[in-house]
């Protein structure tokens, strides 16, 4: 399990000024149009989630096909994998949700690695 990279402080101004771009030129096309606004940042941040994580029907057939690797049972402790309610885990984040990169996780282990991650 790798530790996702973290930016430094060069590379957290770098993101920064991107991010102050890419507003100024929603804002500019967007005008006075606040549910177009709304609209252009849904969109973009979908398409960058996609970037990352793949389309939902992708990350459906991963997900299946990877839960049947593991004989229906969870990763972490081995008891079946209910219907429903799932979770997609990526071992190294910036590989993607990709086949060899993702194990599927019962909700309580899940909840455990991410407390231990720090994120919950």
Do not use: W
Not at 5 to 12: C, F, K, N, P
Not at 17 to 39: M, S, V
Not at 68 to 81: S, T, V
């Amino acid at each position: 399990m790798t530790i996702n990279r973290t930016l430094d402080e060069a590379e957290l101004a770098v993101a920064r000024t991107l991010l102050a771009e890419f507003r100024a030129r929603i804002d500019e096309a967007a005008g006075e149009d606040e549910r177009l606004r709304f609209a252009l940042n849904r969109k973009i941040y979908k398409e960058l989630t996609y970037d990352e994580r793949g389309k939902p029907n992708a990350r459906q057939s991963l997900k299946a096909r990877t839960a049947k690797a593991q004989n229906g049972q969870c990763a972490i402790c081995a008891k079946p994998l209910p219907e429903h309610d799932t979770v997609l885990d990526r071992l190294a984040a910036e590989k993607g949700d990709v086949d060899g990169n993702v194990r599927v996780l019962c909700r309580p282990c899940d909840l455990t690695i991410q407390r231990e991650r720090g994120y919950a």
